[in-house]
């Protein structure tokens, strides 16, 4: 069983940055791939980024390509989503969630464990 917690998210000007971050209980997070999916208001939950467990490889949904930088420390636990140059677009519910496959998936369906989410809003 492993546990989630985001935290980071708030209110933020266009252009500007914040870091995510997703606390996971359990010995065993250094076994599994990481995500972070959002969800705006009235649209599904969509795929934003992904990590392998080796932290090797990532994987970016084309929109945030090249602005998003996704990173874990398996010694703490944690993951981070670095979200530089944001734009109102990026507005929604992030959730990080877990895979115990430990490959990286882009699929709500494929992950195993969610957080309970946290609020971005990027304002123009």
């Known amino acids: 069983q492993v546990q989630l917690v985001e935290s980071g998210g708030g209110l933020v000007q266009a252009g500007g940055s914040l870091r995510l971050s997703c606390a996971a209980s359990?010995?065993?997070?250094?076994?599994?791939?990481m995500g972070w999916f959002r969800q705006a208001p009235g649209k599904e939950r969509e795929f934003v980024a992904a990590?392998?467990?080796?932290?090797?490889?990532?994987y970016y949904a084309d929109s945030v390509k090249g602005r998003f930088t996704l990173y874990r420390d398996n010694a703490k636990n944690t993951v981070y989503l670095q979200m530089n140059s944001m734009k109102p677009g990026d507005t929604a519910v992030y959730y990080c969630?877990?895979?115990?496959?430990?490959?990286?998936?882009?699929?709500?369906?494929?992950?195993?464990?969610w957080g309970q989410g946290t609020q971005v809003t990027v304002s123009s």
């Open positions: 969630a877990a895979d115990r496959s430990g490959y990286i998936h882009y699929v709500v369906g494929d992950y195993d464990y």
């Open positions: 359990g010995r065993t997070f250094g076994h599994y791939a």
């Open positions: 990590i392998t467990w080796t932290g090797d490889t990532t």
